[in-house]
C-alpha cells in the first residue's frame, strides 16, 4: 500500500483548499478509504471516510457541513474540498484506510490563519 497526500497550504480563515490522495492499493474500488488529520499537540484524527462505491461513511461533526471527501476509482485517487477553513483545521493531512490504516507516510500540512 502506497499512499501520496497533496494540496495542503497556507490559507486564511474562510478559504478553501482541496487535497489529493493517490493511492496504490489493491482492489482500490473495494477499499473504504479515510483523510485522517494530525494537529499538534493532539491525537491523529479520523476526519471523513468513504466506501468503495462513494457513500459517505463518516464526517466528524468538526468539518460537517464544509469538508467534503470524494473519490474516483478509475483514477485511484482520494479527495477532501475542505471550504470555510478554520484556524483550528490546521493539521498535517493523511489519506488511508478507513479500517485497519497502513504506514502514515507525511502526509500534506494545511495552516490556516486567522
Known amino acids: 500500500v502506497q499512499l501520496q497526500a497533496s494540496g495542503g497550504g497556507s490559507v486564511q480563515a474562510g478559504g478553501s483548499l482541496r487535497l489529493s490522495c493517490a493511492a496504490s492499493?489493491?482492489?482500490?474500488?473495494?477499499?473504504?478509504m479515510g483523510w485522517y488529520r494530525q494537529a499538534p499537540g493532539k491525537q491523529r484524527e479520523l476526519v471523513a471516510g468513504?466506501?468503495?462505491?462513494?457513500?459517505?461513511?463518516y464526517i466528524d461533526d468538526s468539518v460537517m457541513g464544509r469538508f467534503t471527501i470524494s473519490r474516483d476509482n478509475a483514477e485511484k485517487m482520494v479527495y477532501l474540498q475542505m471550504n470555510r477553513l478554520k484556524p483550528e483545521d490546521t493539521a498535517v493531512y493523511y489519506c488511508?484506510?478507513?479500517?485497519?490504516?497502513?504506514?502514515w507516510g507525511q502526509g500534506t500540512q494545511v495552516t490556516v490563519s486567522s
Open positions: 488511508n484506510l478507513y479500517v485497519q490504516p497502513r504506514d
Open positions: 492499493v489493491r482492489a482500490f474500488s473495494i477499499i473504504a
Open positions: 468513504i466506501t468503495g462505491n462513494g457513500d459517505i461513511i
